[in-house]
């Protein structure tokens, strides 16, 4: 018990090496079963492992809010940034494996799919709003742009419903996955609505 006191919450410097590894395990675990050979389908495993784990890091770091808030575990918020920039490393690579392993980077076959094909529409669009997002997470781009950041990152939001929308379009005939990845979404968006409504309440009432 003494033990857990000291090391629990463990150091923000400890708990983000440790996330950062953790964070790497898919890449590993794709990276291993790709080596393996066991997949009849490589390209379409690449896409699919590295887009579920996209969505699934998007979700975290939604998640790191509403967690810090309901925990009063303040130390957590410095794992955001890192969540986030991880949830673009991995649609990077789903990207990248859509545009080279996939398209072969022929720019007419990829803007033919781009119109014609409303789950890749918005797959794109989810991934064009989450560059601004990559590039401006720095500290200086914090400053410089002050109260603009917090609302040029309020941008997460439809990038997630869109990721939401993109998983939901393209899978066939079951929808569990995605129906869960929007109940999740429901509930982290859910909370955030409900204590707005709740903070706008008290402005309204005024001081007592
Ligand atoms: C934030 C952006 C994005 C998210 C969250 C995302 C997420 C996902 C997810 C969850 C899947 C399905 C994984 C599974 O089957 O388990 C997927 C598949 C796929 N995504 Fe994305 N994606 C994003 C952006 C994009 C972009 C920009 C493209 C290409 C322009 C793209 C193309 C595809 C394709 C081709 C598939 C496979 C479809 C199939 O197997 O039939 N995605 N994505």
Redesign the pocket.
Known sequence: MVLMRRHWPPAPARLKALLFALCLLPLASIVWRLLLGHQTNPV?FL???T??W??TM?MVTLAVTPLRRLSGWNAVIRLRRMLGLFAFFY?SL??LT?LWL?QMFDPFTIAH??VKRP??TV??A??AM?VPLALTSTDGWMRRLRRRWGQLHRLVYP?AI??VV??WW??KADIR?PALFAAVLGLLLGVRLHWRWRRWRQSVAGPV
Request: no cysteine; net charge negative; hydrophobic share 55%.
């Open positions: 379409e896409t699919r492992e887009g579920w996209t969505l998007l649609v789903h990207f859509y996939d799919d781009v789950f890749i797959g794109f989810a991934f989450l990038i869109a990721g993109h998983f393209l899978v996955e």
